[in-house]
């Protein structure tokens, strides 16, 4: 296996290709009692349309988590039982982009690395399970279509893009999971879980080779298939609707506020990322005047946030949270992206919030789970986690101030209302 150093980092990786395809990466963690393994698939919510062998597949909205949901059934039975059996901690997530499966144990590492790669890359769906699984999903859509929380984000997302199918939610609905059948299951998993379009990362006091050695035996054969995948015409700067309300049972409204962004891959994601949540640091971060501002005015709580985020063929600058009156707190988050446009900001201020910014992605490499999915997210997108002390060093102000100018716009944004229903009144 190929070792690479960070020294900036003091981190290093070791990194090679099992037989199948699958590609490894062990971070090493001297000392440390637990192992954490993590394998990723580059498949998630947003690969709902695709050509496969030259023919155009439309699967139902919400069928990647159906399928994270149906791959630990196996034709021995349930592979959690297996993980139980040698101590291992196992679990699994589905996001937009990504689905990955994880296990965390401090014994018996061998054959719970072994147990992970086994099921994820073996096809076993029933239809007895499916049809049991549907009720349970069911439950979950339920669930998130009650969280307030996550219909602002939904509501959001519908406002802003066209086309993307980031338009619908991770989970999908009840109408749609009810399509799903195994054959739709075995398809998915045939076009996206080969190992070529997957990622192994370790994390523990591991013998690097031995772990390369372990996963290309337990890796079942496989021929990949060439898929394409298809996410509508290329989405305009413009939104589609400037406001999306809706009413739940919630105390205080919530908002949250969007601005397009430009799509981007690779190395140049990654910087935009970090230029974008260094924007959001210096205009709408705990120590900015704007937010001492609208806190002091109770416009706003500690659950205030502001940040950046991308994926394929999408981008978004975002700020949220409770609030009495999203409007006045929105006028004001354009009100100052205008003043920084002009004014500028101070320097010394933002070389701090910079360093605060290198340093906290520092820390989340003490997280073995942040190190695996960081790493993973960004080797799908063509680029090096382990780079960013050197590309957080490239970004300047000019590349803030850029940014706030180009993005932060009246015709760039959404805004998505969530208010509290009004009180029942008994008949008299």
């Avoid at 990622?199 to 050695?213: A, F, I, T």
Wanted: aromatic letters at 12%; one cysteine or more; charged letters at 25%.
């Amino acid at each position: 296996m190929k070792r690479t150093d960070f020294p900036k980092l003091d981190e290093r990786y070791y990194e090679g290709v099992t037989s199948g395809g699958l590609r490894v990466r062990v971070v090493p963690k001297p000392g440390f009692s637990k192992q954490y393994a993590f394998v990723a698939v580059d498949y998630g919510a947003i690969d709902t349309s695709f050509l496969r062998c030259g023919e155009k597949v439309v699967t139902p909205d919400g069928i990647a988590h159906y399928l994270e949901h149906k791959m630990f059934d196996m034709p021995y039975g349930d592979a959690m039982n297996r993980f139980a059996q040698f101590g291992g901690n196992p679990n699994a997530f589905t996001s937009y982009t990504m689905t990955a499966y994880y296990v965390e144990c401090t014994d018996h590492f061998a054959e719970n690395l072994q147990t992970l790669v086994q099921f994820v890359f073996t096809p076993y769906f029933t239809q007895k399970s499916v049809d049991k699984e549907r009720g349970i999903i069911g439950q979950e859509i339920r669930m998130y279509e009650d969280s307030a929380s996550s219909r602002v984000y939904e509501n959001l997302f519908r406002a802003m893009y066209r086309e993307h199918p980031i338009r619908v939610p991770i989970a999908g609905t009840v109408e749609s999971i009810a399509q799903i059948t195994p054959a739709l299951l075995e398809t998915c998993h045939r076009s996206f879980y080969s190992p070529k379009n997957a990622m192994l990362c370790v994390v523990g006091d591991v013998d690097p080779e031995k772990v390369l050695s372990l996963a290309d035996s337990a890796l079942p054969a496989w021929e990949a298939e060439a898929v394409t995948r298809l996410y509508g015409e290329k989405e305009t700067p413009s939104v589609v609707q400037p406001q999306i309300e809706d009413a739940m049972e919630i105390a205080r409204p919530m908002f949250l506020a969007g601005f397009k962004g430009e799509a981007l891959r690779g190395r140049d994601a990654m910087r935009q990322e970090f230029i974008g949540d260094l924007a959001a640091d210096l205009m709408l971060g705990a120590s900015s005047p704007l937010y001492t501002e609208l806190y002091g005015k109770g416009l706003i709580d500690s659950g205030f946030s502001a940040g950046y985020e991308g994926m394929k063929g999408v981008s978004l600058f975002s700020a949220g949270g409770e609030t009495p009156d999203p409007k006045a707190v929105t006028e004001r988050i354009l009100q100052e992206a205008q003043r920084v446009s002009r004014d500028g900001f101070d320097a010394e201020l933002f070389e701090c919030l910079k360093r605060s910014a290198i340093g906290k992605r520092v820390r989340e490499l003490d997280s073995f789970e942040t190190i695996c999915m960081r790493s993973c997210e960004c080797a799908f997108d063509g680029a090096e986690y382990f780079e960013f002390p050197e590309l957080y060093g490239s970004v300047t102000q000019d590349d803030v101030l850029a940014f706030i100018k180009t993005y932060l716009q009246t015709d760039r944004m959404s805004l998505s209302v969530i208010t509290p229903k009004p009180e029942r009144k008994d008949p008299a």
